[in-house]
């Protein structure tokens, strides 16, 4: 039997949009996604599901000084990474937005077979 590990991220919905658009390519939190199988987005507002996205599980750390690169790969602009306040970390974790999973339930029984 294989593990499966969901990470859940809490975003904005209008940033979520961006995912769905095929604009934001990539995942940029201050906690690691090592090891992570798939990423369950949800509403920072409202606490509901907006979608579950593949990740390979692999990971890229940058510097959170690097301002103009953390814009870049969050497909967002600096005013807003500088919000969240990224920049004033040592480091930040980076992972790929990889294919949007329709069915949960049936990807979690396709991975645990594989």
């Known amino acids: ?3 499966t590990r969901i990470i859940t991220a809490k975003i904005q919905p209008d940033i979520y949009t961006l995912i769905e658009d095929g604009v934001k390519h990539f995942e940029v939190r201050n906690e690691s996604f090592e090891g992570a199988d798939i990423i369950h987005y949800v509403s920072s507002e409202t606490g509901e599901t907006l979608g579950f996205y593949e990740t390979d599980g692999s990971q890229s750390v940058i510097s959170g000084q690097d301002r ?5 790969v969050s497909a967002v602009p600096i005013a807003f990474v ?7 970390l040592r480091q930040v974790y980076v992972a790929h937005i990889g294919g949007r999973v329709d069915n949960i339930e049936a990807c979690l029984k396709w991975k645990g077979t594989k």
């Open 1 to 3: 039997m294989n593990m």
């Open 68 to 72: 103009d690169l953390l814009a870049l």
């Open 82 to 88: 500088e919000k969240l306040g990224l920049t004033a």
